[in-house]
C-alpha cells in the first residue's frame, strides 16, 4: 500500500492541533503525512509535521445571503476538483478529516475515487459539515464517548479514540496537581484561541466582589482580548491584585498545570487538555453555536465530578463569586476534582486515531 496519509484540517487550532498530534504519531511510525488545508493555516503551517503543505479553495455555505451561499458552495466544488487533482497525484492510503468546511472537498474527492477514508469529530455533538461528510467515510473516529446527532448507521462506523492533544499538554499532564502553599488559589481564565470577552466582563467583576483576604490569596492569569486588555488589568490594579493579563498564551497546557481552578469555554480541544492534565474547572460554553457543541463537551466532562457548569446568561458577578469564595476555601474539594479530570482524559488518543488509521489505510475496511 502507499505509505502517504492525507490529513484534512481547517485553519483553526481546534482542528489543527489533533491533526498535528495524529501527524507526529504517524510520523513515528514510518508513514509519510502530508497537509491539506486553507488560506488560514499558512502561517501556522511552518510548525506542522507535514512532509507538503497544499492549499485548496474552501468556503462556509451557512448564513449570509443567498448569494453568498451559492459562492461558497461554487468555492467548495472548486476545492473539490482541486482535491481529485491532488488525490490523484499523491496518492494516498487514506485521507483522515478533522472537520471545518476546507475538510469537505479532500473527503469528497476520497469518495469518488474510492480511497479510504477517516472522520475525525472532536466535539460530543456532530458538526454539520461533518454530518454531510459521514455517511461517505469508512471509519468515524470520536472524540468523545457518545456521539449525539449521529445515526445508528454512523454510530456503526464509529470508534472512540479520544481528542489527540499536543505534545506540550503530555508534558503537562506529567506535573501534579499544585499544593496550596500560603493558602494561595491559582487561577487561570481563557476563553479559547480568540478569547471571550463575557470573561473580561465577569471575572474581574466578580473577583472585585470578594472579601479582601480572599482577593490576596488569588494568583490570577487572564487571558483577555486586546480591546479589553486595559480595562481588566486596570480592576485588579484597583484592587491592589496582581495579575497576568494578555490577548495569548503560547505556554497555554504549563498555565492550565500550575492552575487549581479554570475557568474557561469548553470547546472540544480545551475540555480535552483539561481532562488530560487533570485541572477542575468552571465551565461557560459558547451560547450561539449551531449545534451547541460546547454543551454537549461540558455535559460530558461534568458527567465526571470534574467541572461546574454554567450557562452564559447565569454567568454573572455574583454566580462566579459565590463559587469562587466556595473554591478558595475548599482544596481538598478541588484536589478531588482535578483526580476526576485526570480518570476522564485519554492521554493516548494519537496511538489509539493512529492504530486506526493504520487499519483503514491497510484494509480498505472500517471499524472493527
Not at 473516529?141 to 489527540?164: D, I, M, R
Not at 461540558?298 to 458527567?303: P, T
Amino acid at each position: 500500500m502507499s505509505q502517504t496519509i492525507l490529513l484534512a484540517a481547517g485553519g483553526t487550532g481546534g482542528h489543527l492541533f489533533p491533526a498535528e498530534s495524529l501527524a507526529s504519531e504517524l510520523a513515528r511510525r514510518g508513514l509519510r503525512v502530508e497537509l491539506v488545508t486553507d488560506d488560514r493555516a499558512l502561517s501556522y503551517g511552518a510548525q506542522f509535521p507535514a512532509a507538503a503543505i497544499h492549499t485548496i479553495s474552501a468556503a462556509t455555505p451557512t448564513g449570509g445571503s443567498l448569494l453568498s451561499k451559492l459562492r461558497a458552495a461554487l468555492m467548495l466544488g472548486r476545492g473539490t476538483v482541486e482535491a481529485i487533482l491532488l488525490l490523484r497525484r499523491i496518492k494516498p492510503a487514506c485521507v483522515v478529516g478533522f472537520g471545518g468546511y476546507p475538510t469537505v472537498p479532500p473527503l469528497v474527492a476520497a469518495r469518488i475515487l474510492r480511497i479510504p477514508s477517516i472522520l475525525h469529530e472532536q466535539n460530543a455533538v456532530i458538526g454539520r459539515a461533518n454530518r454531510f461528510l459521514a455517511q461517505g467515510v469508512t471509519a468515524i473516529g470520536t472524540g468523545f464517548a457518545t456521539l449525539s446527532g449521529a445515526g445508528v448507521s454512523l454510530l456503526a462506523k464509529a470508534k472512540h479514540t479520544g481528542n489527540p492533544v499536543r505534545p506540550a499538554v503530555i508534558a503537562a499532564s506529567a506535573a501534579p496537581y499544585p499544593d496550596f502553599l500560603g493558602d494561595r488559589l491559582s487561577l487561570l481564565v481563557t476563553g479559547g484561541s480568540q478569547g471571550a470577552r463575557v470573561m473580561s466582563d465577569v471575572v474581574p467583576a466578580a473577583i472585585a466582589m470578594l472579601p479582601p483576604d480572599v482577593q490576596q490569596r488569588l494568583v490570577i492569569v487572564q487571558q483577555a482580548r486586546g480591546e479589553d486588555e486595559a480595562r481588566v488589568r486596570a480592576t485588579y490594579d484597583a484592587l491592589g491584585l496582581k495579575a497576568e493579563v494578555a490577548p495569548f498564551f503560547k505556554d497555554l497546557p504549563g498555565r492550565i498545570a500550575a492552575a487549581h481552578l479554570v475557568i474557561a469555554r469548553s470547546g472540544a480541544s480545551t475540555v480535552s487538555e483539561l481532562a488530560v492534565i487533570g485541572r477542575p474547572a468552571i465551565l461557560v460554553p459558547f451560547p450561539f453555536a449551531l449545534d451547541q457543541d460546547q454543551a454537549a463537551n461540558a455535559a460530558q466532562l461534568k458527567a465526571s465530578g470534574a467541572v461546574e457548569v454554567v450557562p452564559q446568561s447565569e454567568f454573572t458577578p455574583a454566580w462566579l463569586a459565590a463559587s469562587l469564595g466556595r473554591a478558595a476555601f475548599d482544596p481538598e474539594g478541588l484536589t478531588r476534582r482535578a483526580e476526576a479530570a485526570k480518570s476522564a482524559g485519554i492521554g493516548n488518543a494519537a496511538e489509539r486515531l493512529a492504530d486506526l488509521v493504520v487499519r483503514v489505510a491497510g484494509t480498505g475496511t472500517g471499524v472493527s
